[in-house]
């Protein structure tokens, strides 16, 4: 079967809506099935169980999942412990070979994996076909690193008049832990997973207690591609239970996290308590779009639409700062307003829906807490309120929302609220722009709309972040994609300046070693 691809979304016609109904009305009848943990290649059952919900209408079930305890963490552990030496002994080009089966498996399912993310997360139907695309590439792209770089065996120079020769090896650090969040359930899983898993390292994977069912599909994807027992091991549950053993066994060998800035420096600190070892944290964003004079205004406000109120904003990349140009602030609100009072909200499974549910009561309170903060500190120029009525009380939903009038130095330009919230000020000059969007913890993503090629060059010279961009109707921050663009943060949005989708990220998975023969 073909794959989707992110070339080709925008043009997606009646096979994609059909294959996607198709998968849809499968994927309905199997709701609500017991899920267990799955440790050593063997599922295994607990006292206490958790539900799935659908966050467009929490009377729908999509599964009853395994609360597992501390003790099930640390038996998955031990199990890809014992796991790891066979593995890594497997050699890169057999992991590279299991990894590509379980990308044909994504590429087979891609609609039914789609369905799934459109009623566990609430993506529309294009941003969860997007997802599973992004899936599959990022497990191709990191197998293409691992064989482009043959293995990481680097032939090094030789002393002694070549009876020395020497060669630096990388080698996997044994058993990570794997945790990942609800906004991207599969694709931030597998990417983490497969860095993981290509260079030869076992796994112990969490996925987001709001999530899990997708977390559930990619263990049973790996295991279908035929890894063996005790390599993969997944666990559900509670964060303070089943992550706290997580951060705190002293027999794992490494951590790859990606959720909050507050969590994420939190693991950063305490996982190396016991002993120095390998951290990686992909953390939140704070994302400024700068919108200069020169702009085409139709392909800013497209971006900037579609970065700051896709997924509901519910992504470390989402737009959630603007700051434009005195000049054109008035036309630029005026047509930006009029494109997102058109926005679609309701089902995310209808094809016409754009904007779906936030996940959970809990983002409503943060999207509410900013609505609050605006009106007290400026004024709600659009939206700002939950919506009630039939299609929307038994979901979370809320209005995608611009904020204007409040000082720059309001929290609403510092925090993140992971919720459709567009904070805007007008300045100056680029100047101004840049040094407010630099003026931030964080330093995920950045854009900028201009024509004049020197302002363009001073933006990508000065700004801090690890994404930037110019000119992109698609997404004004959002939108990377694996072997295009890499995607990390600087400064609290990223804790190892090596980013995930990139050329540099699988290597973080493994350590050097300096290997020196002597000839005679």
Not at 53 to 63: K, Y
Not at 93 to 109: C, D, G, N, S, Y
Not at 127 to 139: G, H, R
Request: glycine share 10%.
């Amino acid at each position: 079967m073909q794959k989707v691809t992110y070339a080709s979304l925008g043009s997606l016609g009646e096979d994609f809506h059909k294959a996607f109904d198709s998968a849809l009305s499968y994927e309905l009848k199997k709701l609500g099935r017991p899920h267990p943990l799955v440790i050593r290649g063997q599922k295994k059952k607990s006292k206490a169980t958790f539900t799935d919900i659908n966050p467009a209408d929490t009377r729908m079930v999509l599964g009853e999942f395994a609360a597992g305890t501390r003790a099930d963490a640390g038996l998955a552990i031990a199990a890809a412990r014992d796991a790891f030496p066979d593995w890594r002994e497997l050699g890169w080009p057999q992991r590279v070979a299991f990894l590509r089966k379980a990308a044909e498996i994504m590429t087979e399912r891609q609609f039914r994996l789609a369905a799934l993310l459109s009623l566990e997360v609430g993506k529309n139907r294009f941003e969860a076909i997007a997802e599973v695309s992004e899936s599959i590439d990022l497990i191709l792209y990191y197998c293409q690193q691992m064989e482009s770089n043959r293995g990481y065996v680097l032939p090094m120079g030789m002393n002694g008049n070549g009876a020395e020769q020497t060669r630096s090896v990388l080698k996997p650090h044994g058993v990570w832990a794997v945790v990942s969040p609800f906004n991207f359930p599969l694709a931030l899983a597998t990417g983490m997973a497969a860095g993981a898993l290509v260079t030869g390292n076992t796994v112990v994977f969490k996925p987001a207690s709001d999530t899990p069912l997708s977390g559930w599909w990619l263990q049973e994807i790996l295991h279908e591609a035929g890894l063996p027992a005790g390599v993969f091991n997944l666990l559900t549950g509670a964060g303070s239970i089943v992550g706290e053993e997580l951060v705190t066994n002293p027999d794992l060998d490494g951590f790859i996290f990606t959720g909050s800035r507050t969590v994420g420096i939190d693991i950063l600190r305490r996982f190396n308590a016991p002993r120095l070892r390998p951290a990686i944290a992909e953390m939140g964003g704070k994302n400024a779009c700068l919108v200069m004079p020169s702009a085409n205004l139709d392909a800013a406000t497209d971006g900037v639409l579609r970065s700051a109120f896709g997924m509901g904003g519910e992504k470390c990349s989402a737009c959630s700062r603007l700051y434009l140009h005195e000049r054109i602030a008035k036309s630029f609100l005026e047509l930006l307003v009029e494109k997102a009072k058109k926005i679609v909200i309701g089902n995310p499974t209808q094809r016409e829906t754009f904007l779906g549910p936030l996940i959970n009561e809990s983002a409503v309170a943060n999207y509410e807490a900013a609505v609050k903060l605006g009106k007290k500190e400026g004024r709600v120029l659009l939206g700002g309120n939950k919506l009630k009525g039939e299609m929307f009380d038994h979901g979370f939903f809320v209005e995608p929302t611009i904020l204007t009038g409040a000082p720059k130095t309001s929290r609403l330009f510092q925090e993140e609220f992971f919720a459709p919230i567009l904070s805007v000020a007008e300045v100056k000059s680029l100047d101004e722009a840049i040094t407010l969007a630099n003026a931030s913890e964080y330093g995920l993503t950045a854009g900028i709309f201009t024509q004049e090629e020197h302002e363009a060059e001073a933006f990508f010279n000065r700004v801090e972040a690890g994404v930037a961009y110019s000119n992109r109707r698609g997404g004004a921050t959002t939108g990377a994609w694996p072997g295009v663009q890499s995607f990390g943060g600087w400064k609290n949005s990223g804790s190892s300046g090596k980013s995930a989708l990139g050329p540099h990220y699988i290597a973080q998975f493994m350590r050097e070693q300096s290997q020196t023969r002597v000839k005679g």
